[in-house]
């Protein structure tokens, strides 16, 4: 899509505890920054995933994916690009592509997908309960 | 597939640490689960994943997908099933399912692709430098 | 005390998730490992932590402090000891002693420092809440 | 030094990971954070922990102390204080302050002790071996 494409960034530095004894970054720890890259889009877009949570919605991971290139390693520098792949009024999923800082390598890229569900974790239609922020998702969509 | 399939099993505790604030597992800890059932799937096959470094081999993780069904929870008693779903001499692809012990429900199924390297990470054939290995995980293979 | 010391002994295996760089277990794991070890303490009591959360009470830690003597490493098989080194209406403070099982090694020792209180984290004065509960930790003191 | 004293201020956002069902930050992750606040003091000190590394150096735990005053939340914005409180030719303290940034509450404090290490884990005097960092380190002492 080009120059229609939303990505966000992002970014952050990898700790010692993120590391394990191939010298590299741990895959799992990749989810836990993919969750920051949304978090940090949802800031962007004016909102906060915090407050989703304040007025009752959750956002829990129903499926994710992801595909390891070349390693992060301790202390890298890296950059969390994040964009909003398909959103509907039930389910919303995220793609990220994470890029080492000094040379814009690729490292990891994938995509979560959610649904929007109550603090029961129901799913709800977030198009009724919440019209503005659908909207705002909406519009975001790649 | 019935008879043939060869799922391994491993039981785990959820911990405390485990747990997010929405009162369930967070979603990236099932990967060190999936890494868990591996371990022992290997262990089991009467080889041992700490050896595979000692004599030179990596496994790293090039590839993950999972999808979540239903949500653990603290304490719960869970059943990590394993198998060997794909193996090459370049590349081995483990099967998951998680179950709850009590009530033997699905919670999350998934997938890892590892791709045999040597210390360094440089891709390597198992066949050619660990027959026996590559005999013993090929048989097992589902 | 000798003789009457009252620890408790469970075991784990150490998984690759918990090693980081240096090739043995980052520092911060060990207290999740405490925090098994005094879980299997309540459970071998005939409570469950799970149920003191049930019926409105939390143990939240208020003070933690540790030793690291020797490293574990990736598969290590460890045992952790645990006590009830004090107990009133108000606090409780378990010890630890995490050893490796191959030789017996001490690894790491510490000691973690709780508060009882309601769900929303105000303090409460177990004696008066759950005089059997009170009744059963005092008894379990070393 | 009194007055003088040197503490170095970094700051973090909480991650959904690092909570845990009270609805708060789980204990552990505040001694991943005493991790950032070193590496940055020593950062700011024109060096990195990462070189530590590559020159053959390590600077593994040997104590912990936490005291926790009052609990971090989802999303709160930290500020990590670090000073060197104590530095010899083999030992190294690290002391801790943890604020909320949005109302300066002190959440968390404590200490970190460690040795200096070559890379198999066995002790080194730092002055012998490279007398120009610990000149460096000995002048940032508090």
């Keep these: 899509m080009g120059e229609q494409e939303k990505w966000f960034e992002t970014t952050i530095r990898v700790r ?3 590391t394990d004894q191939m010298r590299v970054v741990y895959h799992a720890n990749y989810l836990v920054w993919f969750e920051i890259g949304r978090t940090e889009l949802i800031r962007e877009l004016g909102f906060s ?3 989703f949570e304040d007025i009752g919605f959750m956002l829990p991971v129903s499926e994710v994916n992801a595909k390891y290139k070349s390693p992060a390693r301790y202390d890298d520098e890296l950059i969390i690009r994040t964009k909003i792949a398909y959103c509907s009024s039930v389910r919303l999923t ?3 592509e994470i890029y080492r800082a ?3 390598a690729l490292l990891v890229s994938g ?3 959610h649904v929007w569900t109550d603090m029961g974790l129901k799913p709800v239609r977030l198009e009724k309960k919440a019209p503005e922020l659908y909207a705002l998702m909406k519009e975001y969509e790649s």
Excluded: H, L
Aim: glycine letters at 6%; hydrophobic letters at 20%; a negative charge.
């Design 102 to 104: 000094v040379d814009q």
């Design 111 to 113: 995509e979560t997908g």
């Design 16 to 18: 010692y505890e993120e």
């Design 49 to 51: 995933y915090r407050r």
């Design 94 to 96: 995220f793609a990220y």
